[in-house]
């Protein structure tokens, strides 16, 4: 298998529970961020991680929480979330740290909370 | 700090006419430039993208895109197109050093009809 793979694909969650996403890159690559995507809304950079380690956090509330094991595997955990949290959770992964760099993305995990 | 402005939330064309989707940014620095395509219920795709050198990009399905410093834009076009373009297209730039996060704009839907 090759590419970006997220898992599950569609989620639906009420707002005391906790889950987690999955995010699994075969590229080799050193970068992996999550975004989300809401209508009518541009892109939303939540988390990047470079080599394993967190270098980006743009104010996302503590209900997200990710996680980065290896250079291959990156999660976000989920847990007491709000009805406006529901979106297109998209995970994308890129070589290194520089801006010339392309990113790949997964297909993305539909989250609804209710 | 970038930003990207997409004027078009929607460009509805027929099929085998031209189509130009407009991209604006702000930044005051130089930045690469990129165009991503979304199908119905995937992750984006890298269309083309703008590091240095010939104003004029091409990249693939036939798409082509123009950089203009002057005019701070980056608009993508396809002389001819298809029912399959039909998606949701989105420009984002980056700076060239040591972030590799993408500024998205709020994306343009082209629906293409028979």
């Known amino acids: 298998e090759t590419g970006v793979t997220q898992t599950p694909r569609h989620l639906v969650m009420g707002m005391t529970n906790k889950k987690s996403l999955k995010c699994e890159q075969h590229?080799?690559?050193?970068?992996m961020y999550w975004y989300k995507q809401s209508a009518k809304k541009p892109l939303e950079l939540m988390f990047v991680y470079n080599f394993k380690e967190q270098t980006e956090n743009n104010s996302v509330p503590s209900r997200f929480s990710p996680e980065c094991p290896n250079s291959s595997h990156l999660f976000l955990h989920l847990h007491t979330l709000q009805p406006e949290d529901s979106a297109l959770y998209l995970c994308?992964?890129?070589?290194?740290?520089?801006?010339?760099?392309?990113?790949?993305f997964g297909q993305g995990t539909r989250l609804t909370v209710v | 700090a970038q930003s990207v402005t997409q004027l078009d939330s929607q460009v509805p064309v027929f099929e085998e006419a031209p189509v130009e989707l407009r991209c604006n940014y702000s930044?005051?620095?130089?930045?690469?430039l990129f165009w991503y395509v979304q199908y119905p219920n995937q992750g984006l795709q890298l269309l083309l993208k703008y590091l240095s050198g010939s104003t004029l990009v091409k990249g693939i399905n036939g798409f082509e895109a123009e950089f203009n410093k002057s005019q701070t834009s980056f608009h993508l076009r396809k002389p001819s197109v298809h029912i399959s373009d039909t998606a949701e297209y989105f420009c984002?730039?980056?700076?060239?050093?040591?972030?590799?996060?993408?500024?998205f704009g709020t994306g343009t839907r082209l629906q293409v009809f028979p």
């Open positions: 984002a730039v980056t700076p060239p050093w040591g972030t590799d996060k993408l500024i």
């Open positions: 590229l080799g690559h050193n970068a």
């Open positions: 930044s005051s620095v130089s930045v690469y």
């Open positions: 994308a992964s890129s070589q290194g740290p520089t801006g010339d760099t392309e990113a790949f």
